[in-house]
């Protein structure tokens, strides 16, 4: 069995820093100048420095600059993001990151764009073969629109494909998926029902606000909450590493 050190040890490995500036802005999308100005206004942790003076970035990098981006997409300002960013759990790992950026995209009214199977795979980064294309559809990326066409939801989109690599059979996603929507539903109306009173007594611009301030809130209460229960659950039903 290995030990917490050990785990710990593979986690950094796997996220050691190995991309220079030039090539996290190529993966990003963003230029230089941009990251460089994260830097400095703290969005973005510095860099490991190795030989020559060079810094290095890793995953963790990369992952946050995504959330990043759809943070903008989402319309909060620069101070916005600095705030929502320095609320996060500290170390926070790469897929974690991609977790929190697919809450915030949920935030966001429905995204669904109709596409050629071409323009998904440009959306997408990489050609997608009918069993990822199925794969996507089960998690509810896509849904098949004819032969040669989707409807995708452009939030989710780059979450689901990190997913594709996951080793995970077409029914358990399913049924992963079933489960997820079956629970966020039943802890939606909940929480609706506890909030009710609290509606009833305000003026319609009063409760706009109130929801405006209270969904990010409890989505990343639901969050927090759902990575603890998950990481206990799996602790119980895995066999542990050798």
């Known amino acids: 069995m290995t030990t917490d050190i050990e785990n710990r040890g593979d986690a950094d490995a796997a996220r050691t820093p190995t991309l220079t500036v030039d090539e996290l802005a190529a993966r990003a999308g963003v230029t230089v100048r941009t990251i460089r100005f994260y830097s400095t206004r703290g969005l973005l942790p510095p860099p490991v420095i190795g ?18 981006e759809e943070l903008q997409h989402q319309g909060m300002t ?3 993001i600095e705030r929502y960013l320095e609320q996060l759990p500290a170390g926070l790992s790469p897929h974690e990151l991609a977790i929190h950026r697919a809450v915030v995209a949920s935030w966001a009214p429905e995204t669904v764009e109709k ?6 795979d440009g959306r997408a980064g990489r050609a997608l073969s009918d069993e990822d294309v199925a794969r996507l559809a089960a998690m509810g990326v896509v849904e098949r629109d004819g032969d ?4 995708c939801d452009a939030g989710l989109l780059r979450l ?3 997913l594709l690599d996951v080793p995970l059979s077409l029914d358990a996603i399913v049924a992963a998926r079933e489960v997820l929507v079956e629970h966020s539903v039943a802890a939606a109306h909940e929480l609706a029902r ?5 509606v009833a007594e305000r003026a319609a611009q ?12 409890v989505v990343q209460a639901l969050l927090t909450t759902f990575q603890r229960s998950l990481r206990e659950a799996l602790a119980d039903v895995l066999p542990p590493r050798e």
């Open 194 to 198: 506890v909030f009710q009173g609290e």
């Open 78 to 80: 620069l101070a916005a």
């Open 206 to 217: 009063d409760v706009k606000s109130l929801s405006a301030h209270m969904q990010p809130l």
């Open 148 to 151: 040669e066409a989707v409807r």
């Open 160 to 162: 689901g494909v990190q």
């Open 115 to 120: 596409l050629t199977r071409h323009e998904l």
């Open 51 to 68: 030989p020559r003076r060079v810094g290095h970035y890793g995953q963790d990098h990369l992952a946050r600059l995504a959330l990043i």
